[in-house]
C-alpha cells in the first residue's frame, strides 16, 4: 500500500464515519477475523461500524469476540442495503473480485462510499479506491496487522483484537505449517500473544469442538475417501443426503480435505461437497510443493486461490464433477510425478 493511500486512509478515519466492513460469501477464520479484528478497532476509534457477511459462518467461530454482532446480509437484506447505503467507508477483506460477495454485489457496486480493499489472494480486480494487496502474505488477519503497523496504531491492539487476528492466521496457515507462513507470521503472532491472544484457548475453541455429528460426518468422509496413488492424489466426496443424516451445520466439513493430504505419498487433495439448494458442487484443492491448485481449479472448476490452497464449483451433479476430475488429472502427470 502507497504512501499517499495511507495518508488518505489516515484523514478519511480522522472523523467519525460510517463504516462497514464485508467479508466473502461463505466467510472462514481468516474472513472474520480480519473483518472482527477491524471491527474492534475502528469502534474503539468511535466510528459507526457494521460487519455484513453475504451468509453465515461456521460454529466454531462464534464465540470470537464482536461474532454477536455480525450481520448476514441474506437474512436482513433491506436492513443491511440500507447500511450499505448509508456507508461513507467499504472495507473489503479477504477476497479481492465483488463477485465473491454474491446477493451483495449489486448494492455495493452501486455505492458511493470510499472503498478500501485488504486482502491476500492474487490478481486483484480494480473496484477499490484504495487497494493493499500482497498474495505473499499468510492470510488477510496477518495484513490487517500490518494495516494498523501503517497507520501507526498497533499501541491500540486490544485482547479481543489480537484473538480475532490470531485466529485468523491460525485457520488460514493451518497452525502455521503452510508454505505462506514465514518468519515475519511468526513475528506478528508473537506480538499479537504479547496483545493478549490466549493461543490455547483459541486453539481448543476452533479445533476441539467436534460436535458428535460432526465427528460422524468425517467417518462418513473418511469411508468415501478414494486414492489415486500413480498420480498421488486422493479425494473424498459428500452427498447431499449424507449431509442430510448427519445434521450438517456450516463449518462442519471446515479441514476435511486436509486428511486425504495427509497420506503417505499423495501431493494433491480434494473435497467434493453436493449442495442442492445452490445446485452445485462445492470443491476445495489443497496441495504440497509446487503444484499449483489455483491454477487446477481456474482451468477447470471455475475457482482459484492460492498455490496450495483454492476453491472451485461444479454444475454438474456429484458423480459427474468427479468423473471430470478423474478425466483431467492425467493431463497433470508430470507435475504429480515431480
Given at each position: 500500500m502507497i504512501?499517499?493511500?495511507?495518508?488518505?486512509?489516515?484523514?478519511?478515519?480522522?472523523?467519525?464515519k460510517n463504516i462497514v466492513i464485508v467479508p466473502h460469501k461463505g466467510p472462514d477464520g481468516d474472513a472474520i477475523g480480519?473483518?472482527?479484528?477491524?471491527?474492534?478497532?475502528?469502534?474503539?476509534?468511535?466510528?459507526?461500524?457494521?460487519?455484513?457477511?453475504?451468509?453465515?459462518?461456521?460454529?466454531?467461530?462464534?464465540?470470537?469476540?464482536?461474532?454477536?454482532?455480525?450481520?448476514?446480509?441474506?437474512?436482513?437484506?433491506?436492513?443491511?442495503?440500507?447500511?450499505?447505503?448509508?456507508?461513507?467507508?467499504?472495507?473489503?477483506?479477504?477476497f479481492n473480485v465483488?463477485?465473491?460477495?454474491?446477493?451483495?454485489?449489486?448494492?455495493?457496486?452501486?455505492?458511493?462510499?470510499?472503498?478500501?480493499?485488504?486482502?491476500?489472494h492474487p490478481e486483484p480486480s480494480d473496484y477499490a479506491n484504495h487497494t493493499y494487496s500482497d498474495?505473499?502474505?499468510?492470510?488477510?488477519?496477518?495484513?490487517?496487522?500490518k494495516f494498523l503497523q501503517k497507520l501507526r496504531a498497533v499501541k491500540h491492539i486490544s485482547p479481543e483484537i489480537a484473538t480475532c487476528l490470531y485466529t485468523g492466521i491460525m485457520t488460514d496457515t493451518g497452525s502455521f505449517r503452510y508454505r505462506?507462513?514465514?518468519?515475519?507470521?511468526?513475528?506478528?503472532?508473537?506480538?499479537?500473544?504479547?496483545?493478549?491472544a490466549d493461543n490455547t484457548r483459541i486453539h481448543q475453541q476452533v479445533f476441539d469442538?467436534?460436535?458428535?455429528?460432526?465427528?460422524?460426518?468425517?467417518?462418513?468422509?473418511?469411508?468415501?475417501?478414494?486414492?489415486?496413488?500413480?498420480l498421488r492424489t486422493a479425494y473424498i466426496t459428500l452427498s447431499q443426503e449424507e449431509l442430510d443424516k448427519n445434521n450438517f451445520r456450516k463449518g462442519d466439513t471446515e479441514g476435511f480435505v486436509n486428511y486425504g493430504l495427509s497420506l503417505e505419498g499423495i501431493i494433491f487433495a480434494a473435497i467434493f461437497i453436493e449442495h442442492k439448494k445452490e445446485g452445485i458442487i462445492?470443491?476445495?484443492?489443497?496441495?504440497?510443493?509446487?503444484?499449483?491448485?489455483?491454477?487446477?481449479?481456474?482451468?477447470?472448476?471455475?475457482?482459484?486461490?492460492?498455490?496450495?490452497?483454492?476453491?472451485?464449483?461444479?454444475?454438474?451433479?456429484?458423480?459427474?464433477?468427479?468423473?471430470?476430475?478423474?478425466a483431467v488429472l492425467p493431463e497433470y502427470k508430470e507435475e504429480l510425478s515431480l
Open positions: 504512501e499517499q493511500s495511507i495518508l488518505e486512509i489516515t484523514s478519511a478515519l480522522s472523523v467519525a480480519s473483518c472482527l479484528g477491524l471491527y474492534h478497532f475502528l469502534k474503539e476509534k468511535k466510528h459507526e461500524v457494521k460487519v455484513i457477511a453475504p451468509n453465515d459462518f461456521p460454529q466454531f467461530l462464534k464465540w470470537l469476540p464482536g461474532s454477536e454482532d455480525v450481520l448476514i446480509y441474506e437474512n436482513e437484506v433491506d436492513y443491511c442495503t440500507t447500511l450499505i447505503d448509508a456507508a461513507e467507508i467499504v472495507f473489503t477483506l479477504d465483488l463477485a465473491r460477495t454474491g446477493a451483495m454485489e449489486e448494492p455495493l457496486r452501486a455505492s458511493d462510499a470510499i472503498f478500501i480493499m485488504i486482502d491476500h498474495a505473499t502474505m499468510s492470510s488477510t488477519c496477518q495484513m490487517v496487522f505462506s507462513t514465514s518468519s515475519e507470521t511468526h513475528r506478528v503472532i508473537a506480538e499479537l500473544i504479547d496483545k493478549g469442538t467436534f460436535s458428535q455429528n460432526r465427528m460422524q460426518l468425517l467417518g462418513v468422509a473418511l469411508q468415501n475417501l478414494r486414492v489415486n496413488n500413480e462445492k470443491i476445495s484443492f489443497r496441495s504440497k510443493g509446487n503444484f499449483s491448485v489455483n491454477a487446477f481449479s481456474r482451468a477447470h472448476f471455475s475457482g482459484g486461490g492460492h498455490l496450495n490452497a483454492a476453491g472451485g464449483k461444479s454444475e454438474l451433479s456429484l458423480e459427474n464433477t468427479v468423473t471430470k476430475f478423474n
